[in-house]
């Protein structure tokens, strides 16, 4: 066997990653970036519903390479396989629920400091329970419901990370991809494309 056969060969997804920590980053810094977190939301539904198949999920999701990334290349996860009951129906459709309450109340939220009567509130709300300050991340002000929109989109994303990392590092890097709300809508997606 050549040393050319034994490297595996990476594609251009290989790389998808990056995008996720810039993400992340840029958010980190001005909140008004967390709007890109629409294109993680989009791509996959159209990618379902136009394809009648999960390739975003398989190949191009940057959040599920990222914890490739962390779990083998920086070797902290534990490579434990997770509990059957994470990947069940009832937990997965339970879970997409529970996401969808906190995304159209993001939605409420934004729709409220749109038309005035509820005051932009700079935070995040990380792990579905905590507000945290996130005011240094708006340097350039632009219309209240933008901003507000653009604080819940990031703190949802932020969580999603967070429960993410955490499930690496104690069972497989892609843990999370079990139960994914964007993983489980696509698969409806497909489930119901390919009966027609």
């Known amino acids: 066997m050549t040393k050319l056969t034994r490297i595996k060969a990476h594609h251009w997804y290989d790389y998808l990653w990056i995008v996720s920590a810039t993400y992340f980053m840029l958010g980190f810094f001005n909140i008004v970036f967390a709007w890109l977190g629409i294109i993680c939301f989009m791509i996959p539904l159209l ?60 939605l409420v939220f934004t729709w409220q400091v749109a038309n005035g009567s509820r005051s932009l509130s700079e935070t995040s709300h990380l792990l579905w329970t905590f507000h945290v300050s996130w005011h240094f991340a708006y340097p350039v002000e632009v219309e209240p419901w933008v901003a507000q929109f653009a604080f819940g989109l990031y703190g949802i994303m932020l969580t999603s990370l967070i429960v993410g990392i955490v499930l690496t590092m104690v069972y497989r890097p892609r843990t999370w991809c079990l139960f994914c709300p964007m993983g489980n809508m696509t698969q409806m997606i497909c489930k119901l494309k390919n009966k027609e």
Request: charged share 10%; proline share 2%.
């Open 47 to 106: 990618m379902a519903i136009i394809s009648g198949s999960q390739g975003y999920c398989n190949r191009y999701c940057g959040r599920g390479q990222l914890f490739l990334q962390i779990g083998n290349n920086l070797g902290l996860s534990r490579g434990r396989v997770a509990p059957r009951w994470l990947s069940s129906t009832w937990f997965r459709n339970s879970f997409l629920v529970f996401f969808m309450f906190f995304f159209i109340q993001m």
